[in-house]
């Protein structure tokens, strides 16, 4: 069974630091392309970021408005998937998922499993 | 970006009612369509991708369809446990864009 299981979030200042960590499970973690999405307070989903496999050199893509701010990774050796938050602002104030992405017949990826998301709170 | 609009954004049914979910893009995504269920409190469940195809152990009573930009979800004989909020999105270009959700409520 796919389990993802986020963990780090909390209360923090505007203008400072998170790291969140998703801890994976009942899969090769290594094959696949991993994100973070987030959604604020009674909104919808919103994409954060993507990290892509070894075969692809681990490369990485963000959303515009988290560009700069925001680094995703990962450890295939500990099947863990990160993100490091930094110049946080209130409007960054979300729960934060992980999300595996899987190839369709296309050969596009598309999301199939979440983790339950943990609680990032960014206030003064 | 590609902007992924939804209608209605909430809509009332009773159980054993059939309802259908439009979900709009702004340009053409290759049928790169997914959709998901979403509880309260709950992260979001894959109930179909490529615009028809179920994801693995979701019933059959979902269905999705569409063509070039215009998108639905029928969910038949809704029962208890589908009233949540339903969102559709695109993986056809990142940025990854979602529609802003549908409410289906008593």
């Known amino acids: 069974e796919v389990q993802l299981v986020e963990s780090g979030g909390g209360l923090v200042q505007p203008g400072g630091s998170l790291r969140l960590s998703c801890a994976a499970s009942?899969?090769?973690?290594?094959?696949?392309?991993m994100n973070w999405v987030r959604q604020a307070p009674g909104k919808g989903p919103e994409w954060v970021a993507r990290?892509?496999?070894?075969?692809?050199?681990?490369?990485?893509y963000y959303a515009a408005s988290v560009k700069g701010r925001f680094t995703i990774s990962r450890d295939d050796s500990g099947n863990s998937l990160y993100i490091q938050m930094s110049s946080l602002k209130t409007e960054d104030t979300a729960i934060y998922y992980c999300?595996?992405?899987?190839?369709?017949?296309?050969?596009?990826?598309?999301?199939?499993?979440w983790g339950q998301g943990t609680l990032v709170t960014v206030s003064s | 970006d590609i902007q992924m609009t939804q209608s209605p954004s909430s809509l009332s049914a009773s159980v054993g009612d059939s309802v259908t979910i439009t979900c709009r893009a702004s340009?053409?995504?290759?049928?790169?369509l997914a959709w998901f269920q979403q509880k309260p409190g709950k992260a979001p469940k894959s109930l179909i991708y490529?615009?028809?195809s179920l994801q693995s152990g979701v019933p059959s009573k979902f269905s999705g369809s569409g063509s070039g930009t215009d998108f639905t979800l029928t969910i038949s004989s809704l029962q208890p446990e589908d009233f949540a909020t339903y969102y559709c999105q695109q993986y056809d270009s990142l940025p990854l864009t979602f529609g802003g959700g549908t409410k289906v409520e008593i």
């Open positions: 490529a615009m028809s």
């Open positions: 990290i892509r496999d070894r075969s692809k050199s681990y490369t990485t």
């Open positions: 999300a595996r992405e899987v190839r369709d017949n296309s050969g596009y990826c598309y999301f199939d499993s």
């Open positions: 340009q053409g995504i290759n049928n790169h």
């Open positions: 009942g899969f090769t973690f290594s094959d696949h392309y």
